[in-house]
């Protein structure tokens, strides 16, 4: 399989799309050739001789559609037969006809419950769509396949929680309101009035330039809610530098909104962090767990009174328990979102019969 990867970024230090390198790094162990197209690309630190890269970049709207179909009739001139798309139906609807007039076949990875026309528009004109669970893509399509994520599990190494004092809790994301970090906060502010030595530690800053305005809305609410000694803004983290972070926490803690499975509870997952998570997409993935260890996990959205609550029984457990629970919850990531197994579903899939 020569295989076409089209994504916004490739770069290993990206605080938001670096993953997509260890994917690449994957799907070529599998196939014969792949090549990326990309805005921009950085650190491809690792990636093998079976790996090459097209760069678009940023500027020009005219000129990145014109570089963009060159690009795919380069791939598809030279025999490229697959092209997958990551996370933008907009690369989807560019690549259909070239993909289309060379008889490749065209598959897209989509994760995010928002649906717009243009997505509407994208999944019709590929053979699938994959995405990690049911919930991360809210369309009910017949070409929709259910992968599980990819957490390189090397990458975030089990450790035991840090047992010293402050406790450290974890959240990371852009600051906006979908990631909801004033329930966080308030949920901080109630753990405090308990009289519980803990602090906050939030990695990631803002992207758009609607991000900014909120972000000091959050800095806002820390300084009126007198958390400023309790709360440490990271801002923007290399994926090299989370690892360190979540082995250093005692637990994560997500009040996201998106209704997809967010991915950074499944890194904390993997170094068997207790986490907290208001998403309504883990419930179905925390099953092994048993009902009642699973429902422990999960907060209602938007409730900093219920966050706080769990919280604090997770923190209030013995060593031996939170042992237990973080090596379960490492095991529901081995077995269902290790990286390598969802390449190779991934290349299963896309090298499969019509």
Not at 110 to 119: E, K, N
Not at 133 to 144: A, F, M, Q, R, Y
Not at 195 to 211: I, K, N, P, S
Not at 297 to 326: I, K, W
Request: proline fraction near 4%; aromatic fraction near 6%; charge should be neutral.
């Amino acid at each position: 399989m020569r295989l076409l990867f089209i994504t916004q970024v490739l770069d290993r230090n990206d605080p938001i799309l670096g993953f997509a390198a260890r994917w690449i790094e994957g799907l070529a162990r599998l196939t014969e050739q792949v090549r990326v197209i990309a805005l921009e690309v950085g650190d491809t630190d690792g990636l093998g001789a079976n790996v090459d890269w097209r760069v678009v970049g940023r500027s020009g709207r005219i000129k990145r559609y014109l570089l963009f179909r060159r690009y795919l009739r380069e791939a598809f001139g030279e025999g490229f037969g697959h092209v997958l798309t990551h996370m933008v139906p907009r690369y989807s609807l560019l690549a259909a006809g070239p993909a289309r007039r060379a008889g490749a076949r065209h598959f897209m990875w989509y994760t995010h419950s928002g649906v717009d026309a243009r997505l509407r528009r994208a999944v019709q004109t590929v053979e699938c769509v994959f995405t990690a669970s049911e919930e991360s893509l809210g369309l009910d399509l017949p070409n929709k396949v259910v992968t599980g994520h990819g957490i390189d599990l090397s990458f975030y190494p089990r450790v035991e929680a840090s047992t010293g004092l402050p406790q450290v809790l974890l959240s990371a994301g852009r600051l906006t309101p979908s990631k909801d970090p004033l329930t966080i906060l308030k949920a901080l502010a109630l753990l405090l009035e308990e009289g519980r030595d803990v602090r906050l530690e939030w990695a990631g800053g803002a992207l758009a330039q609607g991000d900014s305005a909120f972000g000091h809305q959050v800095k806002e609410q820390v300084r009126s809610l007198g958390l400023q000694e309790r709360v440490l803004f990271h801002g923007p983290i290399a994926p090299s530098e989370m690892p360190a972070l979540y082995q250093r926490a005692g637990l994560f803690l997500s009040a996201s909104r998106t209704g997809s499975v967010d991915k950074v509870v499944l890194e904390a997952m993997a170094t068997g962090r207790g986490i907290v998570t208001s998403n309504p997409s883990f419930p179905p993935l925390l099953t092994s767990l048993g009902a009642e260890r699973a429902a422990s996990l999960v907060f209602e959205e938007g409730n900093p009174e219920d966050l706080a609550a769990r919280t604090g029984t997770l923190l209030d457990l013995e060593a031996s328990e939170q042992t237990t629970l973080g090596d379960d919850l490492r095991g529901i990531i081995e077995r269902d979102h290790e990286v390598d197994a969802l390449m190779r579903r991934l290349v299963e899939h896309m090298g499969a019969g019509r």
